[in-house]
């Protein structure tokens, strides 16, 4: 089986794995190891996450100030305000955040719920 011509565009790819892939869960599952692995390489947990923890209790106020609704809310905004401190895109740090098997982020609600508001 051979690529068409378009191969180096990534969609193309991607739906290419797809079609040859049983199912679209096995494709999101093998997408999620590959996430999860990059995520290991670029910030291990061993540094990361007591540096995240202790970074989110510094800068509470800050991150209220996002309103956040859910926790893939305070993941999104936790990451978008971080970038420029860790020196990572937003897009990582938040792969990072939700890293199984024990996502960062719940961590975070655990220690500050007050982070995460109900809708009225």
Same mark, same amino acid.
Request: include cysteine; charged fraction near 25%.
């Given at each position: ?12 790819? &991607?739906?290419? !794995?797809? @079609? ?11 997408? #999620?190891?590959? &996430? ?7 910030? %291990? ?10 970074? =989110?209790?510094? #800068? /509470?106020? !800050? ?8 926790? @893939?809310?305070?993941?999104? #905004? ?6 420029? =401190? =860790? ?9 990072? /955040?939700? &890293?199984? %098997?024990? %996502? /960062?982020?719940?961590?975070? /609600? @655990? ?7 109900? *809708? *009225?």
């Amino acid at each position: 089986m051979h690529l068409d011509e378009d191969a180096d565009d990534i969609s193309s790819i &991607r739906e290419w !794995i797809r @079609e040859t892939t049983a199912t679209e869960e096995y494709y999101d599952n093998i997408e #999620n190891q590959a &996430r999860t692995f990059a995520s290991n390489i670029i910030l %291990p947990s061993l540094i990361f996450d007591s540096f995240t923890l202790g970074w =989110v209790s510094k #800068n /509470l106020d !800050i991150i209220k100030e996002c309103n956040n609704t859910t926790g @893939e809310d305070l993941a999104y #905004n936790i990451a978008s305000i971080m970038n420029d =401190v =860790v020196g990572v895109s937003p897009y990582i740090i938040e792969i990072t /955040l939700n &890293r199984w %098997p024990n %996502p /960062l982020i719940g961590q975070i /609600l @655990e220690k500050h719920p007050e982070l995460v508001t109900r *809708k *009225k």
